[in-house]
């Protein structure tokens, strides 16, 4: 009865904890992302910030967890439970195993969540995500008026409905001078231009009738690798970070002490899963 009191206490301290985490990363996402997520309809960025909070929070859960039972065992000692326990012959250690065991089955589903969903998954939405906005900021643009986002600058002369006029369009491979254009799908289609590019110093011209440009091809890409390997890991670590939370909970004595170690810690282990996606 005593343990399960301790298990719910601990592992309801642990989803606070992790949420708290993921609400302050939303908010710096957000702020990130805030003219793209705003202007687009809820419909279009709700799916990405669904997502991104799921990921986000599977990722966070793991430490989280070592937090919350570092935290909650510690409080078990002052308290004097341990003593309790230990009165009937069970030894501390007790808690440890008994908690991964009873963890086992949301180890088992972050190992497979992980699989699941991984960086690739939200970068591919944030990509989306950009191009509906690029779209929306082209297709929206008032005449005689120029227009920066990302790493895209659009002058408009003039238009007539969804067909733009006197068009100047630059981008990261050059400059676009074109009569009349027109958005379709995630292309922009150039009317009688001229497009300017550099190489090795030099400006070349080419003129065209037609030239279209695929977003989808301009914008930079995010190097993202599957990394499922970090994810296992990560997924896993509470297995051997409940074990160092309870030798620190049986070492240390002082509270300031206490904390600044599993603060320590924590920043550690995040440290070393940043290196190892580096290596990977």
């Excluded at 996402?29 to 279009?44: M, T």
Aim: hydrophobic fraction near 50%; charged fraction near 20%.
């Amino acid at each position: 009865m005593l343990f399960r009191w301790f298990f719910w206490r601990f592992l309801k301290l642990s989803l606070l904890i992790c949420f708290l985490f993921n609400f302050l990363f939303l908010i710096f996402q957000v702020i990130k992302l805030d003219q793209i997520i705003f202007r687009l309809p809820s419909k279009e960025s709700l799916p990405f910030l669904l997502l991104w909070f799921f990921y986000y929070f599977l990722y966070m859960l793991p430490i989280s967890l070592f937090i919350a039972f570092s935290l909650s065992l510690f409080e078990f000692k002052e308290s004097k439970k341990l003593h309790v326990i230990q009165s009937f012959g069970i030894k501390p250690s007790y808690l440890y195993t008994k908690s991964v065991t009873y963890l086992s089955p949301i180890l088992l589903a972050l190992v497979i969540s992980s699989i699941l969903i991984n960086e690739e998954h939200i970068g591919y939405l944030r990509r989306q995500l950009t191009i509906k906005y690029y779209t929306l900021m082209l297709t929206s643009i008032s005449p005689k008026s120029f227009q920066s986002f990302g790493q895209f600058t659009l002058y408009v002369e003039g238009r007539d409905g969804n067909r733009l006029e006197g068009i100047f369009f630059k981008f990261q491979e050059g400059v676009v001078v074109a009569k009349k254009a027109y958005v379709k799908d995630e292309e922009i289609i150039f009317e009688k231009g001229s497009l300017l590019t550099q190489r090795e110093g030099k400006t070349f011209s080419t003129d065209f009738e037609n030239y279209s440009l695929n977003l989808k091809m301009v914008m930079p890409r995010e190097d993202i690798k599957k990394k499922y390997t970090v994810s296992i890991v990560n997924a896993l670590s509470p297995l051997l970070l409940l074990a160092i939370a309870y030798l620190l909970v049986q070492v240390l004595e002082h509270h300031h002490r206490f904390y600044y170690m599993v603060g320590l810690i924590s920043i550690l282990y995040e440290l070393i899963l940043f290196l190892l996606k580096q290596r990977l």
